[in-house]
């Protein structure tokens, strides 16, 4: 069983920057984060395979979102630059054992999710 924790979501102002982590026991997997806003479906935001070598954004966060991962502490991190008000969300971390996925029912393992309000 894989137990995912996230932290580090706040209120922030745009144009903030702001960093997530998701601390994960068990073994490495394919990680990723997912959002969502209030009356909005869950959407994909960045993914990182096991190694850390291949890492993938969806279209509205690329060039300002950068995930990143130390599996020496099984943590996987997300920077967050540039923030906008529509990056507005619960944030969640996701786990699999294949490849990454941006479809949401791929994922058996949830964090809780930490709130990220951007104010404008």
């Known amino acids: 069983q894989v137990q995912l924790v996230e932290s580090g979501g706040r209120l922030v102002q745009a144009g903030d920057s702001l960093r997530l982590s998701c601390a994960a026991s068990?073994?490495?997997?394919?990680m990723v984060w997912f959002r969502q806003a209030p009356g909005k479906e869950r959407e994909f935001v960045a993914g990182?395979?096991?190694?850390?070598?291949?890492?993938y954004y969806a279209d509205s966060v690329k060039g300002r979102f950068t995930i990143s991962r130390d599996n020496t502490k099984n943590t996987v991190y997300v920077q967050m630059n540039s923030l906008k008000p529509e990056d507005t969300a619960v944030y969640y971390c996701a786990a699999r054992s294949g490849f990454a996925s941006s479809s949401s029912r791929e994922y058996p393992y949830w964090g809780q999710g930490t709130q990220v309000t951007v104010s404008s």
């Open positions: 990182i395979s096991g190694s850390g070598i291949s890492t």
């Open positions: 068990g073994r490495t997997f394919t």
